[in-house]
């Protein structure tokens, strides 16, 4: 069964103004479930950690109700390995100070040219701190693939770490994580992966994955702007954490510093239990795929996003047939149909002429949002030559978007093109 897209987009009250919403990959928009969790949180439960009282006990509830129902998203041993935060970014951050205890100068760790500067960024930091040593993995100008070859020679080093995204923000591309981390852990290093863009397109297992941490961003996936963190159990465990002397020193309260957005986490339980809803209705197809392994809702999560993902690689062939016929375009990331399941349903592109902010804002005039820049993405904008001129104009689809948005957004790039 194929999804319903009016079904579908009755659960999402922006897309009722009739704006095309193509900025996806800087934030989607949140479900109905979303909003309703939220309200209904402030409203009934909002209170503090561990009060001897009603609504700090069903504020307690519903964290514990999210953090399983996360933990079965990502396929997660324990509902003890997630940790919510502020963001990504600042979980990262936060990560990478404990693991630099663990490292000594002349260390090494490996990051790639693909990845959006939260996962670059905190690793720099960290090396600079504690005298440890960058290699770097560069990708394929040519098709936005990670350059494997160049992986190899990074982890001849016996780095002791990898950090790598899932799949990039600027380009599309889906790395092979899981093939990644084998060849890390091969070489005696730990796998961090960046999942952020890629958790609103595709399954995320991290028990098949064998990572030992992965983050993602509930805002990217139709929920809250709300961070989330795994980690091997074992690893959290033999961590420092950097927390107040009351804190807990139990997972996963050990590294969730301070008072945390309640009732954003009370949004994320909404979003999954929206993406259950999906798996249910219009993920039967892809049961087969899962069901020797799942059950439940762990089930429902999985088929809903495979269905997803079948559904948005028609969105990605669209996408590129719309930006192959407009005079003028250049696109930069994969462009062989052939291999679009390597691909998340992201385009980055330049219009002769234009600047990319030039180009952002007359599709702005139509009712299309779309980002221009370099999204955080500083080292592919850089590696492409983009990054003193402008950057790339992106737009991403992802489920709720439909065929006719995808063609009228190439009615407009006609116009632009044209005027």
């Keep these: 069964m194929t999804l319903d897209l009016g079904k579908i987009r009755h659960q999402f009250p922006p897309l009722h103004g009739g704006a095309i919403f193509l900025d996806n990959p800087g934030g989607t928009q949140a479900v109905k479930d979303c909003l309703d969790h939220i309200l209904e949180y402030l409203i009934e439960s909002n209170a503090n950690h561990k009060g001897a009282f009603k609504t700090s006990r069903a504020s307690d509830e519903i964290i514990l109700k999210t953090r399983q129902a996360m933990a079965e998203f990502i396929n997660a041993d324990r509902p003890e390995e997630i940790i919510f935060g502020q963001n990504m970014t600042s979980l990262t951050f936060q990560l990478s100070r404990s693991l630099g205890r663990m490292f000594q100068p002349g260390d090494e760790i490996v990051v790639t040219r693909l990845d959006h500067d939260a996962n670059i960024a905190p690793w720099l930091l960290i090396a600079q701190d504690r005298e440890l040593n960058i290699r770097w993995?560069?990708?394929?100008?040519?098709?936005?693939?990670?350059?494997?070859?160049?992986?190899?020679?990074?982890l001849e080093g016996r780095p002791k770490l990898v950090a790598v995204g899932y799949a990039s923000n600027a380009l599309g591309s889906i790395?092979?994580?899981?093939?990644?981390?084998?060849?890390?852990?091969?070489?005696?290093?730990?796998?961090?992966?960046?999942?952020?863009?890629?958790?609103?397109?595709?399954?995320?297992?991290?028990?098949?994955?064998?990572?030992?941490?992965?983050?993602?961003?509930?805002?990217?996936?139709?929920?809250?702007?709300?961070?989330?963190?795994?980690?091997?159990?074992?690893?959290?465990?033999?961590?420092?954490?950097?927390?107040?002397?009351?804190?807990?020193?139990?997972?996963?309260?050990?590294?969730?510093?301070?008072?945390?957005?309640?009732?954003?986490?009370?949004?994320?339980?909404?979003?999954?239990?929206?993406?259950?809803?999906?798996?249910?209705?219009?993920?039967?197809?892809?049961?087969?795929?899962?069901?020797?392994?799942?059950?439940?809702?762990?089930?429902?999560?999985?088929?809903?996003?495979?269905?997803?993902?079948?559904?948005?690689?028609?969105?990605?062939?669209?996408?590129?047939?719309?930006?192959?016929?407009?005079?003028?375009?250049?696109?930069?990331?994969?462009?062989?149909?052939?291999?679009?399941?390597?691909?998340?349903?992201?385009?980055?592109?330049?219009?002769?002429?234009?600047?990319?902010?030039?180009?952002?804002?007359?599709?702005?005039?139509?009712?299309?949002?779309?980002?221009?820049?370099?999204?955080?993405?500083?080292?592919?904008?850089?590696?492409?030559?983009?990054?003193e001129s402008g950057g790339m104009v992106r737009a991403g689809a992802v489920h709720y978007n439909t065929a006719e948005e995808i063609d009228r957004f190439g009615k407009a790039l006609h116009k632009i093109a044209h005027s």
Aim: charged share 25%; proline share 4%.
């Design 175 to 387: 790395n092979p994580v899981a093939e990644i981390t084998r060849q890390a852990h091969e070489r005696g290093a730990l796998v961090f992966i960046d999942a952020v863009h890629f958790a609103p397109h595709g399954p995320i297992d991290v028990r098949e994955l064998n990572c030992d941490f992965l983050t993602c961003s509930a805002y990217k996936f139709f929920g809250p702007h709300l961070g989330i963190l795994y980690g091997r159990s074992g690893l959290l465990e033999e961590l420092f954490a950097y927390k107040v002397r009351p804190a807990s020193d139990k997972l996963p309260l050990k590294f969730e510093t301070g008072t945390q957005n309640h009732e954003a986490i009370a949004g994320l339980l909404g979003t999954l239990e929206y993406l259950e809803w999906v798996g249910i209705h219009f993920g039967k197809e892809h049961a087969a795929e899962y069901d020797k392994k799942f059950r439940g809702r762990a089930l429902h999560l999985k088929q809903a996003m495979a269905a997803i993902r079948a559904y948005e690689r028609d969105l990605s062939r669209e996408m590129h047939k719309v930006l192959g016929e407009t005079a003028g375009i250049s696109i930069y990331g994969l462009t062989d149909e052939n291999r679009f399941a390597e691909r998340v349903p992201t385009f980055s592109f330049r219009l002769k002429n234009l600047t990319p902010r030039q180009t952002a804002e007359k599709l702005d005039a139509e009712g299309i949002y779309v980002w221009d820049g370099n999204y955080y993405a500083l080292e592919a904008c850089r590696r492409l030559g983009f990054e």
């Design 137 to 154: 993995v560069d990708f394929r100008p040519e098709d936005g693939t990670l350059d494997m070859g160049t992986l190899k020679a990074a």
